[in-house]
C-alpha cells in the first residue's frame, strides 16, 4: 500500500484504531504509549499534508476509490490542513502532559478509558475538518461530542458529571440542528458532498428550505462552538473536566465547530447567499459583540480561575466571529489565525492551571494568593498567556486584534474600532485579578513547602506558551497560512 | 564597530544584563557591579553613535516583520539620539543612586528591581531608535509592563491601587486611542515610516487630521496630557529610584519624545501648520501646563508636587511642539534634556530627604538644608531649572520656546509659559526657602541625621552640576536638535 497517498485516509484512521486498541490492551502504560504514538502519528501526517497542501493544492481522497460524488470524499485544502494540524498538534502537547496530571485526577484502573476517550475524540474531531461529506461531518462530530461528554464526566469534582449532563444535552440540540440542515440540503440538492452541494445549490440559493438549512446549520454549530448566547455548557465543562481535557477542549472544539461553520458558509452556501439574503453579517456582530462584552464582565467577577478563563473563552470566541460577520478578507484572516491564536493561548493556560491545582490544591483566586513566590514559572505562565489574550505586542493576541481592527476600519466602522479594543480593555481586569492575587497577596496557611507542578507537567505548558510569544514574533506560518486559507475560501464560491 | 553593530548592541546590551543581574541575586555586591557595568557599556554604545550621527550619518538595522509591512526596525536620528543619551547617560546616575537607595532603606526584592530596570532601559532604548511607528508602539508597550513591577515594588495596598492605576491609564489609552490611531496610518499611508516632512501629507481630510491627532496625542498616555495624566502621580508610590529615572526621565520623555515624532514625521509640520488640529493641541498643552502647576502649588507631599509639576513639564514640550516654528521645536527638544537633568535632580534629592530624614511632606522641611547642604544644592538648582533661571538649563530651552511663540505671534502661548513660570516659582522657592532659612521645627530635633549615604550625594551633586553644565555648553542637544529640523 502506498502509505503517501493514503495520508489523509491514515489521519482519522490513526487515532481511530488506536481507541479500541486501548480497550483491549487495559493496561494503563500500554494505553497511554498506543494514544501517545497515535497523536503524534497524526501531527506528522497533518504537517505532511500541510506542506503537500502548500506545495501543490487542494488534495481530493477518494475513499475506497468511489469517486465523489457517490463515494466518499476527504478533501484537504490550505483551511482543513491548517486546522488539522492545529488539532493533532495540540493534541500531540497536550498527551504528554495527561499522564502525570491525570495520575492525580482519576483512579488508576480508568486511566485506560481516558485514552479511549481521548482518541476517539481527536478522530472525531480530524474527521470532521477533513471530510468532504456534509452527513460524514455529522457523524465525526457525534463521535467527539459522545466521547467528549465522557472526558468531561471523569473529572474529579462530583459537578463534573452534572456539566456533562448539561453539555450533553445542549449538544445534543445542536447536533440534531445540524442533521437537521443537512437532511434538508440532501433534500434539496440530491447529495451529500460538499463540493457538489455548493455547485447544485448555485441556482437555487434564494429557496426557502436552502435559507432554512442554513438557520439550522448556524444556530446547530453556534452551539457546539459556543457563540453567546448559546455557551451556557462551556464554563461548567471546562471548569469540572479534568485539567487535560479541559485544556484540550478550550484549544480545540470550538474551534473545529467554527471550521464546520466556514465551511458550510465559504463552501457550500457561498457567501453572497449567507450575507445577502439573511442578515447574518448583522446577527454574527451583534452576538459577537455581546458576546466579547457580557462574557468577559461576567468572567471578572469569577472565584474559580477555570471558570474565569471559560468565559474568557467566550468572550474571544466572539472575536473570532467578530472576523467572520465582516466578510472581507482582513476580517477572514483574523478569524483564522485567532483560531490558533485563541487555542495556543487558552491551551497554555489551562494546562498551567492543571499544575496549579496540583501544587496548590485548587484554582480559586483565594487558593492561588501568593503563587508567584511558590510557582514563579507557572505564574509567570499565566501572565504571558494573559498578557495574549489582552492583545499585547510581542504575543499572538495581539496580532489577531490588529487585523480585526484592521477589517473595521476597512468597512469605515470607527465606532467598532473601539468597541474592540474597550473589550480587550476588560480583560486587562480578569487578568489583573490574577495577577494581583498571586503576586501582591500573601501566600495562605501551608502554602511554603509548595512546589512548582511536575516537570512532565511543566515542559508541555511550558511549549504552548512559547508558542503564544513565538508566533507573536514571527507570525509568518500562521498568519501567512490563515491568510492564504481566507484568500482560498473568498476565492472558492461568490 | 560597523554603526549597525553599535545600534544592535545598544538594544542588546540592556536586555542581556536583565538576566545577568537575575544570575547574581545571591550577591548583592556582584549584582550592583552588573548593573553599573551595563549601564557604563550601553552609555558607551549610545556615546559612539552620537559622532556618526552629528555627522550625517543615520545607522539604521531592520531585525524581522511582525505582520507584511510591518518590520522591527531601527534608524538613529538625531533626536532618537538626544533621547538615547539622557536615558543611558542618567541610567547609571541612576544605578549609583539607587544602591544607596535600596540598601539605605533595606528595600526588599532588589534583584527584581535592578531586573526590571535593565528591561525598562532597552524599552526606552527601542523607542529612541525605533525607525516606524510601529516599533514605536511595540516598545511603548513594553516599556508600560516592564515598569508595571517597579511601580507595585512595595506590594502594598497602595502600591497595588497605584498600579491598577499606572497600567489602566497606560495601556487603556494607548490600546484604545493608540493602536487605532497607527493602524489608521498604516491604511491611509501604507507605511508607519518615520519619514521627515511626514507620511500623511494629501492623505487626510482636515476633520480626519482633527481626529487622528487627538487619538495620537491622548493615545500616548506617556506624555500626560490632562485628563490622561492621572498615572504619574499614582506611579509616586513607588521607589524613588524608579520615579526617578523612569518618572522623571525614560518614561514620560519616551511620551514627549513619540509626540514631537508623530508630529514632525507622520503628520508633518506643513500638514499641521496653521489647521485647527495644531490650535486644540495648544489649547490642551496650555491648559495642562496651568491646571497642573496649580495642583502642585497645593501638594503637599513632596513627590506628589513633583509629579504635578513633571506633568506641568511635560506639556511645555508638547506646547512647545504644537507651535510648529523652528525655534519652539528646537525650545522642545532641549526641554526633553533640560526638564531630564532638573527633575532627576529634584527626585534625588527626595528619595535623599526621604532616606537619611524620613521625610515626605513639604511642611516638615523646616531648616533641613543646615543638615544636607549637598541636598537642598542640588534641589535648589533643579528648581532654578524648573522655573527656567540661568545658570539652569531650563532657562535655553525656555528662551527657546518663548523666541518660537514670538515668532509665531502665539501671544496666548507666551502668556501661557510666564504664567507657568510665576507658578512654578510659587511652588518650588518656597521649599528652597524652607529649607535655608526656616529654623528647624522642634520635632526635628527628635531625629539627628545628617546627608543620605555617599553614593545618593556623589548621584545627585553629579545631575545638578550637569544642570548647570548644560546651561554654559548646550553644544549637543542644540545641535541634534537642529539636525532633526533639516531635511
Known amino acids: 500500500m502506498d502509505v503517501a497517498a493514503n495520508l489523509p485516509a491514515l489521519q482519522v484512521v490513526v487515532p481511530l484504531v488506536a481507541a479500541p486498541l486501548t480497550v483491549l490492551l487495559r493496561g494503563r502504560r500500554l494505553a497511554f504509549a498506543v494514544v501517545l504514538l497515535a497523536a503524534w502519528t497524526a501531527f506528522a501526517i497533518a504537517i505532511a499534508l500541510w506542506l503537500r497542501v502548500d506545495a501543490s493544492g487542494t488534495i481530493s481522497y477518494h475513499i475506497g476509490s468511489w469517486a465523489p460524488p457517490w463515494g466518499i470524499e476527504y478533501r484537504v485544502d490550505r483551511l482543513s490542513s491548517y486546522v488539522l494540524v492545529l488539532v493533532s498538534g495540540i493534541a500531540a502537547v497536550v498527551l504528554p502532559y495527561s499522564w502525570p496530571s491525570i495520575a492525580r485526577e482519576l483512579p488508576p484502573e480508568r486511566h485506560y478509558l481516558f485514552y479511549t476517550m481521548f482518541a476517539l475524540c481527536l478522530a472525531g474531531l480530524l474527521g470532521m475538518v477533513i471530510t468532504g461529506d456534509a452527513f460524514n461531518i455529522f457523524v465525526f462530530l457525534e463521535i467527539s461530542s459522545l466521547s467528549t461528554y465522557v472526558l468531561i464526566a471523569l473529572g474529579r469534582d462530583r459537578r463534573a458529571l452534572l456539566a456533562a449532563y448539561q453539555y450533553l444535552i445542549m449538544g445534543t440540540i445542536g447536533a440534531t440542528f445540524i442533521v437537521i440542515g443537512v437532511g434538508l440540503l440532501y433534500l434539496q440538492t440530491g447529495t451529500l458532498n460538499l463540493v457538489d452541494m455548493g455547485q447544485r445549490l448555485h441556482g437555487i440559493a434564494g429557496h426557502r428550505p436552502v435559507l432554512a438549512a442554513l438557520a439550522f446549520l448556524t444556530v446547530g454549530l453556534s452551539l457546539k462552538l459556543a457563540l453567546f448566547p448559546l455557551h451556557q455548557w462551556l464554563p461548567n465543562a471546562y471548569a469540572y473536566a479534568p485539567s487535560a481535557v479541559s485544556s484540550f477542549l478550550a484549544a480545540t472544539a470550538t474551534k473545529v465547530a467554527v471550521y464546520a461553520l466556514l465551511r458550510f458558509y465559504y463552501s457550500v452556501f457561498g457567501a453572497n447567499t449567507v450575507f445577502q439574503r439573511l442578515p447574518m453579517e448583522e446577527l454574527m456582530l451583534v452576538l459577537a459583540l455581546a458576546g466579547m462584552f457580557v462574557a468577559s464582565t461576567v468572567a471578572c467577577f469569577q472565584a474559580d480561575l477555570k471558570r474565569l478563563f471559560a468565559y474568557s473563552s467566550v468572550a474571544q470566541i466572539g472575536y473570532i466571529v467578530l472576523g467572520l460577520s465582516f466578510d472581507s478578507l482582513a476580517g477572514l484572516t483574523a478569524t483564522i489565525v485567532h483560531l490558533a491564536n485563541h487555542a495556543l493561548t487558552k491551551g497554555g493556560i489551562f494546562l498551567l492551571l492543571g499544575g496549579v491545582a496540583v501544587s496548590m490544591g485548587g484554582v480559586s483566586l483565594a487558593r492561588v494568593q501568593g503563587m508567584a513566590r511558590v510557582m514563579p514559572l507557572t505564574s509567570f505562565g499565566i501572565v504571558i498567556c494573559g498578557l495574549s489574550l489582552i492583545g499585547v505586542p510581542g504575543t499572538v493576541g495581539f496580532i489577531s486584534k490588529w487585523y480585526l481592527i484592521v477589517a473595521a476600519i476597512e468597512k469605515g466602522q470607527w465606532w467598532l474600532v473601539f468597541l474592540i479594543v474597550i473589550s480587550s480593555m476588560i480583560s486587562v481586569v480578569y487578568v489583573g485579578r490574577f495577577v494581583e492575587a498571586a503576586y501582591f497577596q500573601a501566600p495562605r496557611e501551608g502554602v511554603r513547602g509548595r512546589r512548582e507542578a511536575p516537570l512532565a507537567m511543566l515542559l508541555p505548558s511550558g511549549l504552548l506558551v512559547f508558542a503564544t510569544v513565538c508566533f507573536g514574533l514571527a507570525t509568518s506560518t500562521t498568519l501567512g497560512a490563515a491568510s492564504l486559507a481566507a484568500a482560498e475560501l473568498l476565492g472558492g464560491m461568490r | ?487
Request: hydrophobic share 55%; charged share 10%; aromatic share 10%.
Open chain 2, 1 to 487: 564597530m560597523e554603526p549597525q553593530t553599535l545600534v544592535a548592541a545598544a538594544l542588546l546590551v540592556p536586555l542581556a544584563g536583565a538576566p545577568l543581574i537575575a544570575a547574581c541575586h545571591r550577591s548583592p555586591n556582584t549584582r550592583e557591579t552588573v548593573t553599573v557595568l551595563t549601564s557604563l557599556v550601553l552609555f558607551g554604545c549610545v556615546v559612539a553613535l552620537l559622532p556618526l550621527v552629528l555627522g550625517g550619518a543615520r545607522p539604521a538595522l531592520s531585525w524581522f516583520e511582525i505582520m507584511p509591512g510591518l518590520p522591527i526596525a531601527f534608524r538613529v536620528e538625531p533626536l532618537g539620539m538626544l533621547f538615547a543619551l539622557i536615558a543611558s547617560g542618567l541610567w547609571i546616575v541612576n544605578s549609583l543612586y539607587s544602591i544607596g537607595y535600596m540598601r539605605g532603606n533595606g528595600e526588599s526584592h532588589q534583584t527584581r528591581f535592578y531586573v526590571c530596570f535593565a528591561l525598562a532601559l532597552a524599552g526606552a532604548i527601542g523607542i529612541a531608535f525605533a525607525a516606524n511607528a510601529f516599533t514605536l508602539f511595540v516598545f511603548y508597550e513594553v516599556l508600560t509592563l516592564v515598569t508595571y513591577p517597579l511601580v507595585t515594588h512595595h506590594e502594598t495596598p497602595e502600591a497595588r491601587r497605584g498600579g491598577r492605576i499606572y497600567l489602566g491609564v497606560l495601556l487603556g489609552t494607548s490600546t484604545v486611542l493608540l493602536l487605532p490611531a497607527l493602524i489608521f496610518t498604516w491604511r491611509a499611508a501604507g507605511t508607519t515610516e518615520f519619514v521627515a516632512g511626514g507620511i500623511l501629507a494629501g492623505k487626510l481630510g482636515p476633520l480626519a487630521c482633527i481626529g487622528l491627532l487627538a487619538l495620537y496625542m491622548f493615545g500616548i498616555g506617556k506624555a500626560a496630557l490632562m485628563p490622561v495624566h492621572r498615572w504619574l502621580p499614582a506611579a509616586m508610590v513607588a521607589p524613588t529610584p524608579v520615579s526617578a529615572l523612569l518618572h522623571a526621565v525614560a518614561v514620560v520623555k519616551a511620551g514627549v519624545f513619540s509626540v514631537v515624532k508623530v508630529i514632525v514625521y507622520i503628520f508633518g509640520i506643513d500638514l499641521l501648520a496653521g489647521g485647527a488640529a495644531a490650535q486644540g493641541l495648544l489649547v490642551v498643552a496650555g491648559f495642562t501646563i496651568l491646571a497642573a502647576s496649580v495642583v502642585a502649588l497645593k501638594a503637599d507631599n513632596l513627590k506628589r508636587r513633583l509629579a504635578y509639576s513633571t506633568v506641568s513639564q511635560l506639556s511645555y514640550v508638547v506646547l512647545a511642539a504644537a507651535v510648529l516654528a523652528p525655534l519652539s521645536m528646537i525650545g522642545a527638544m532641549l526641554h526633553i534634556a533640560a526638564h531630564a537633568l532638573g527633575k532627576i535632580t529634584l527626585f534625588f534629592a527626595a528619595g535623599a530627604i526621604y532616606t537619611a530624614a524620613h521625610k515626605t511632606q513639604v511642611s516638615q522641611l523646616d531648616g533641613i538644608g543646615r543638615r544636607m547642604p549637598w541636598t537642598m544644592g542640588a534641589f535648589a538648582i533643579g528648581a532654578l531649572s524648573m522655573i527656567g533661571l540661568p545658570p539652569a538649563a531650563g532657562f535655553v530651552s525656555k528662551w527657546y520656546m518663548l523666541a518660537g511663540a514670538m515668532s509665531a505671534s502665539q501671544w496666548t502661548v507666551v502668556a501661557v509659559i510666564l504664567a507657568s513660570t510665576l507658578l512654578n516659582a510659587g511652588y518650588f522657592l518656597p521649599i528652597v526657602y524652607r529649607a535655608f532659612f526656616r529654623a528647624p521645627t522642634a520635632s526635628a530635633h527628635d531625629h539627628v541625621h545628617g546627608e543620605a549615604p555617599l553614593a545618593m550625594v556623589i548621584a545627585l551633586s553629579v545631575t545638578a552640576a550637569a544642570t548647570v553644565l548644560l546651561f554654559f555648553l548646550p553644544d549637543v542637544p542644540m545641535a541634534l536638535a537642529r539636525l532633526t529640523l533639516e531635511r
